[in-house]
């Protein structure tokens, strides 16, 4: 009997020490969840100041990365068009190419809406299907760094110095990706009303914090406080899309010459446009972001917006059609 009753208490004991184990086992596994989930706190981070970053960007004379094509057409051949739009693409993304030149960046609709499309690309091993596009285009920039996420930086760069050296005669200067849809209507907008100097404008944000998370080691988003020591980024506009003056994209591009580089191409303009205490202003519906579209494009979420971007080569040409219906319709 004695036994028994030693026998229960010992079974009672290990089922309650097992229990301790469990619920800290729960316990520091919700400890470790929540670390994981939230933010490092740079304790050891500065707060952003322009001193400071003016301290931190400081670099000497950028050596300049030389053109390897450049367009067959410059851009004062081009009627001295009033608008250049840059897009930024890889050698690979003929087809986003393609579906550009053949809707809102035809030829067509250049003359029409006073515009100039050049796209900027990097360099890969084998370039031979790049030969026949220059020859029937001529709107290629190819600029002599190789392909890669993190060198969209000096694909920037490079526009901001082919708009500065090389196509100066326009008065506005716009910055895209590949993958977007462009209301063109836009343009008569913006070339109908004064746009002042000293001011980027987009679908900007403002304080938002570096990404520096517990879990996040080989993302290629987080940000270490050797590669980026402040708190915040300054304001800055997303890189689907953003417009400037072309006298801006001057000032700009001369500072970007002995600015250090950095990893995110829209926050490296950013840090420029802080540097040089140039404003970021916001325009409502100016971009909207197309993520993970599994069917055809609902046009009320796209309604209003003057850049679509996340889309397929079809995406575009889909808007494309859909928009210029509509228009044919209103005015029949």
């Known amino acids: 009997m004695t036994s028994r009753r ?18 800290g086992g729960i316990i520091l596994s919700s400890v470790l969840m929540t670390l994981r989930s939230v933010s490092l706190k740079d304790q050891t981070a500065e707060t952003l100041s322009l001193p400071g970053l003016r301290s931190f960007m400081q670099q000497g004379e950028r050596i300049g990365i030389p053109f390897l094509i450049q367009p067959k057409l410059k851009c004062n051949q081009e009627s001295e068009r009033s608008t250049v739009i840059t897009v930024l693409s890889k050698t690979s993304n003929l087809p986003q190419r393609e579906a550009i030149r053949q809707t809102w960046g ?35 920039i190819q600029v002599d760094i190789p ?11 490079a526009a901001f110095k082919w708009v500065t050296e090389l196509c100066f005669e326009p ?8 993958d977007v849809y462009f209301d063109l209507e836009f343009l008569k907008v913006i070339q109908n009303t004064y746009l002042s100097d000293d001011v980027i404008h987009g679908k900007c944000v403002y304080g938002v914090p570096p990404y520096r998370y517990l879990d ?21 506009c997303g890189g689907p899309g953003y417009f400037m003056t072309s006298h801006t994209a001057n000032k700009m591009y001369l500072m970007m010459k002995t600015a250090r580089s950095f990893k995110f191409e829209d926050v490296y303009v950013g840090m420029v446009a802080y540097l040089l205490q140039i404003s970021v202003e916001t325009i409502d519906t ?17 309604n ?15 808007l494309w059609d859909s928009r210029h219906m509509e228009y044919n319709d209103r005015h029949a």
Not at 6 to 23: D, W
């Open 286 to 302: 100016f971009v909207y972001e197309q993520i993970n579209n599994t069917g055809p494009l609902q046009k009320v979420k796209v």
């Open 6 to 23: 030693y026998a229960r208490s010992v079974m009672m004991f290990v089922n309650k020490e097992r229990r301790k184990v469990i619920l």
């Open 171 to 178: 008065r506005f200067f716009f910055k895209m990706d590949d």
């Open 216 to 236: 996040a080691e080989g993302d290629k988003f987080k940000v270490s406080l050797d590669q980026y020591p402040f708190n915040t980024y300054p304001p800055y």
């Open 147 to 157: 392909e890669s996420y993190y060198n969209l930086v000096e694909k920037t760069i």
């Open 304 to 318: 209003g917006f003057r850049v679509v971007h996340g889309l397929t080569p079809d995406d575009v040409h889909y």
């Open 106 to 140: 035809c030829s067509k609709m250049q003359k029409k809406y006073n515009f100039s499309v050049f796209f900027v690309i990097g360099t890969v091993t084998d370039a031979s299907s790049l030969k026949n596009e220059v020859f029937l285009y001529g709107d290629i």
